[in-house]
């Protein structure tokens, strides 16, 4: 689980830093603190990881196009 909140620092690092970082995390990191939001992304990669062991299956990361689409 540390090694997860560890990669989830080191993704937040270049999300606070680059512009076409990944909406979901620029706006946790506009509402919450650093570490907090480490811990939601660790969290989100768990469940991710949690599913592919289940189901075996390939990780296709989702289109961010699609996801904006869908919201508006």
């Known amino acids: 689980r540390s090694l997860l909140v560890v990669g ?12 076409w970082a990944r909406p979901w995390l ?19 990669t768990a469940r991710i990881i949690c599913a592919l062991l289940n189901k075996v299956g390939i990780y296709r990361r989702p289109d961010p196009l699609a996801a904006t689409a869908v919201t508006q």
């Open 8 to 19: 989830a620092t080191a993704v937040l690092r270049v999300v606070r830093n680059d512009a």
């Open 26 to 44: 620029k706006a946790l990191l506009a509402r919450r603190p650093f570490k907090v939001a480490a811990v939601a992304q660790a969290n989100k």
